[in-house]
């Protein structure tokens, strides 16, 4: 059973950073790619950044400049940082992955159960 499950997210002041983290458990024959995305209140889920397995990496225009994803293959975990936060990225943050689980199967997409970020004085 493949599991990705997020952690790090809380509440933080304007301007504040955090550090979001996403570990996979169960066992996996390769990885397309991980990701974040997120949901906040009554809007659809978006695309905050991407990182392939060849390392690299794109960001939705409301991130770039203030987030970083990376990953340590070593401890299958894919993280993000966040920056100078505005009241606008308040959202659940969710993590995603595209698995491939065994050798000749196909890949599928993996959620994590997502995290709360607040962002608010």
């Known amino acids: 059973q493949v599991q990705l499950v997020e952690s790090g997210g809380g509440l933080v002041q304007p301007g504040g950073s955090l550090r979001l983290s996403c570990t996979r458990s169960?066992?996996?024959?390769?990885?397309?790619?991980m990701g974040w995305y997120r949901q906040a209140p009554g809007k659809q889920r978006e695309l905050v950044a991407i990182i392939t397995a060849t390392g690299s990496s794109s960001y939705a225009d409301s991130a770039k400049g203030r987030f970083t994803i990376s990953r340590d293959n070593t401890k299958s975990t894919v993280y993000l940082q966040m920056n100078s936060l505005k009241p606008e990225d308040t959202a659940v943050y969710y993590c995603?992955?595209?698995?491939?689980?065994?050798?000749?199967?196909?890949?599928?997409?993996?959620w994590g159960q997502g995290t709360q970020v607040t962002v608010s004085s």
């Open positions: 169960g066992s996996i024959f390769s990885t397309n790619r």
């Open positions: 995603y992955g595209r698995l491939r689980r065994t050798y000749g199967s196909g890949e599928f997409d993996y």
